[in-house]
């Protein structure tokens, strides 16, 4: 696919995604056939997510994240953040007897980030680590952790509604429009600093990864502690405009007329690290 149609490839994904999500709905509602609500949940609650990370791997310009590797972090980072997250926080009410909101935004944001941690480690080990490329890694596995943890509020919302639909595509709309100003965008912002830190180590770079981090927790925190909608428009406003000025900062440009481009089998041994 050429750049004009990555570029826009997010725009089929939100209009497809809307479409099968409408075509599941109209199904379920005119035969009430209840095993139709399994895909109604997974399609709601991925298809905002979905659409935010097509849109942030489309930035990058001439050298996007392979699929492989996108996918494999909204997977992996999905299951495993929302995995350790669970135990991080059933650990803490165990110890504390309470769960400070504090504590559930350092637990998610710490778990978020094994995977772009372990992708770092791996699949970078020989190449060069652009900060660019943290950020969309940082934004799949925020994408995999918001839409798992929305399924789980969809279907408590179902059981707990008795099979109230109106309760179910309420949960899924605000959580969805939501997830790209909260986790996609919290995860990308710190994944895209421990990059930049690993490819230039140094304590300048170091400092801006824990404050960025720091800055995540604390907004994640906010959000969950005033959970009024003036506090959520202005912390998602704060939220989405950091991650978008770090998408257009760190977008890699082609080069200039006439500057050569360094093949990749080059460009590694020039990065061996």
């Not at 504390?96 to 637990?107: F, R």
């Not at 099979?163 to 994944?191: C, F, K």
């Not at 906010?222 to 998408?247: E, H």
Request: aromatic share 8%; hydrophobic share 55%; with cysteine.
């Amino acid at each position: 696919m050429g750049n004009s149609g990555r570029r826009w490839a997010w725009v089929a994904v939100l209009l497809v995604g809307v479409g099968l999500h409408l075509l599941v709905l109209e199904t379920l509602a005119g035969t009430g056939t209840v095993t139709f609500v399994p895909a109604l949940i997974l399609l709601g609650a991925s298809v905002a997510p979905a659409t935010f990370l097509a849109f942030a791997q489309s930035r990058p310009g001439r050298r996007p994240v392979p699929g492989s590797v996108v996918g494999v972090a909204a997977l992996l980072g999905g299951v495993i953040g929302v995995v350790a997250a669970g135990w991080l926080e059933y650990d803490a009410l165990h110890r504390l007897g309470v769960l400070p909101m504090a504590l559930v935004g350092l637990a998610e944001e710490t778990a978020k980030l094994i995977v772009p941690a372990g992708i770092l480690l791996l699949w970078h080990r020989h190449r060069h680590r652009s900060p660019a490329e943290g950020l969309v890694i940082g934004v799949a596995s925020g994408a995999g952790f918001a839409a798992l943890e929305t399924m789980g509020y969809a279907f408590a919302a179902f059981v707990g509604s008795q099979g109230n639909l109106g309760e179910v595509e309420q949960t899924l709309l605000v959580r969805g429009l939501t997830a790209p100003a909260a986790h996609l965008a919290w995860t990308g912002l710190t994944a895209a600093a421990l990059f930049a830190f690993a490819a230039a180590p140094g304590g300048r770079k170091l400092a801006a990864f824990l404050l960025t981090f720091a800055a995540a927790v604390t907004l994640h925190t906010c959000w969950d502690t005033f959970g009024t909608q003036p506090a959520y428009v202005f912390i998602g406003g704060v939220s989405l405009g950091w991650v978008l000025l770090r998408l257009h900062l760190d977008r890699e440009r082609p080069p200039a007329s006439g500057t050569p481009v360094v093949p990749a089998s080059r460009e590694t041994a020039a990065h061996p690290g």
